[in-house]
């Protein structure tokens, strides 16, 4: 079933035409405009996708024309209100146009969806650790579409920690990928950070105290020694977070009983978070890289896949800022 898809919930605009699990093609558009402040702005980042929301579109359909569209989907939550409703009102109107069916899609689910783009033999029940910018969550996909969320972060989500230290730092934003690259030549023994306690939940992580360490270590220390250990103060950093994900997520793999684990959205990008999982975990699977941070194709593929099975949404569907898994 070829769907036209559309993801607007946080600083990427994206659209994309899928064929059922096959993504025929994907234009991801990354908002740079809130690199300067640190962060995203939320009315900026709706402006800049009613921008390109359309030019993309029409980019899209190049290769193939709105009339081989069977179904229309998007991401309706969780995000950024004003954000998720530009692609809400965009993708109803066509729907309407063209007269086709049209799903609104969970993000999260979205995210888990993408790992099926390059593993169309992976089948539930797995275990899916979802770590982006606004979410870190241990989900059990019991069965496709079946999901139990049974792990929380408890304050920030580990790509908002990445961000946070790469601000406290004056790297610029996204914060991940720079860390990430700084890393690489850094000593992760630099800065030893205290281990996390958890007190409820055993399968929680918590990312703030190890955010207020490095707050901590930098306060007194000179530009010129930051500049100078910049690279292990990063490797230290990004070393620690990672670690907050491993005991919760082993234990999840022995109590369900469950070998097969999927890390999705943007920190799995994590080239150290990559190689410690491959080390940890007998049978892990990531996205490709085009599907790990924000994109339409994946929001395409669950879409298909709902609308396939008779799922609609009904035309008063609006954004769902804090949307959760389980309630879908
Ligand atoms: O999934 P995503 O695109 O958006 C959300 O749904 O939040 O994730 C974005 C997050 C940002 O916090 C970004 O810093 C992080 O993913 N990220 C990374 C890397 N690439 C992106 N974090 C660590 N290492 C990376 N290589
Ligand atoms: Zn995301």
């Known amino acids: 079933m070829k769907v036209l898809a559309f993801e607007t919930s946080c600083d990427e605009t994206s659209v994309a035409i899928v064929d ?59 995000g950024l209100a004003s954000s998720l409703l530009v692609g809400i009102a965009f ?41 982006s910018g606004g979410h870190t969550e241990l989900v059990l996909v019991e069965d496709f579409l079946k999901y139990r969320v049974i792990g929380k972060t408890l304050d920030d989500a580990i790509g908002e920690a990445f961000d946070k230290g790469a601000k406290m730092l004056n790297l610029g934003y996204p914060g991940g990928p ?30 703030s105290g190890i955010k207020t360490a490095l707050k901590l270590y930098l306060k007194d220390k000179s530009e010129s020694f930051i500049k100078e250990h910049l690279s292990d103060i990063c490797a230290s950093y990004q070393e620690a977070l990672i670690d907050i994900l491993l005991e919760p997520t082993m234990r999840a793999i022995e109590d369900f009983r469950i070998e097969k684990i ?5 920190v799995s990008l994590n080239s150290r978070l990559r190689e410690k999982f491959r080390e940890y975990f007998k049978e892990v699977y990531f996205p490709l890289p085009e599907f790990c941070t924000d994109n339409a194709g994946m929001i395409g593929i669950a879409g298909a896949f709902r609308l396939k099975l008779g799922y609609r949404s009904s035309f008063d569907i609006s954004a769902e800022p804090n949307l959760s898994l389980e309630f879908i």
Do not use: M
């Open 178 to 207: 720079i860390i990430d690259k700084l890393s690489k030549n850094g000593n992760r023994n630099f800065i030893k950070f205290s281990k996390v306690k958890i007190k409820y939940g055993k399968y929680n992580f918590s990312f």
């Open 262 to 266: 999927a890390v999705v959205a943007g």
């Open 20 to 78: 059922d699990f096959n993504v025929i093609i994907n234009l991801t558009r990354q908002q740079l405009i809130h690199s300067e402040f640190g962060g995203v702005v939320p009315e900026l980042a709706a402006r800049e996708h009613i921008k390109y929301i359309y030019p993309l579109t029409k980019k899209t359909l190049e290769k193939i024309s709105l009339d081989e569209i069977e179904g229309i989907a998007f991401t309706y939550g969780p």
């Open 91 to 131: 993708g109803k109107t066509i729907a309407q146009a063209i007269k086709k069916p049209f799903i609104g899609i969970n993000h999260l689910e979205g995210h888990i969806f993408s790992i099926f783009i390059n593993n169309k033999n992976l089948k539930p029940p797995f275990l899916c650790l979802i770590v």
